[in-house]
């Protein structure tokens, strides 16, 4: 079972159950440890700041850390982990290369290896990816939620049909 920790603003409750869905519908089991992570010492395999870090713990332990970029962060904090980067600029690990028309599908793209520490690599990748969003913040899901689900080693099959 993966330990997942969720942190930044109340308002990511969408987003939060974007991701959660999208992974457990993999076949992916998960600990939400998110108070924990917020007001204890406490490791997670993953955790995942989509805004303003609102913790009163300065130091976050995790084996991978993704984090927004395209959120403003001023807040400083100590990060003991992998950490992944995504948004929609060009200079981060994730990020989204093109959107089709009508918001139908989108193109998922890895920019750089990631290594995992169950002997699988994830290699630098654009993939196609045909479901329909309505928001910005549905694309930031889907970007933490395939990352997750392929350092997991899910079957792409899975990974890629639609919900």
């Not at 308002?11 to 939060?16: A, D, P, T, V, W």
Request: glycine share 4%; net charge negative.
């Amino acid at each position: 079972m993966k330990k997942i920790a969720f942190v930044g603003k109340e308002q990511n409750k969408i987003f939060k159950a974007a991701v959660l869905k999208f992974i457990s519908s993999r076949g992916i089991e998960y600990e939400d440890v998110s108070y924990d992570i917020i007001h204890k010492d406490v490791y997670a395999d993953y955790v995942i700041v989509n805004s303003h870090i609102n913790t009163l713990n300065s130091k976050i332990n995790c084996r991978y850390c993704f984090i927004n970029m395209d959120s403003i962060y001023q807040e400083k904090i100590s990060i003991n982990g992998n950490l992944i980067t995504y948004g929609f600029g060009n200079k981060n690990t994730i990020t989204i290369s093109s959107v089709e028309n009508e918001n139908e599908g989108f193109v998922y793209c890895i920019q750089r290896f990631l290594v995992c520490s169950n002997s699988n690599i994830v290699e630098p990748q654009e993939i196609p990816i045909e479901v329909a969003f309505d928001t910005e913040e549905q694309l930031y899901s889907y970007m933490v939620a395939i990352t997750i689900s392929l350092i997991e080693k899910v079957d792409s099959k899975k990974i890629f049909n639609k919900e």
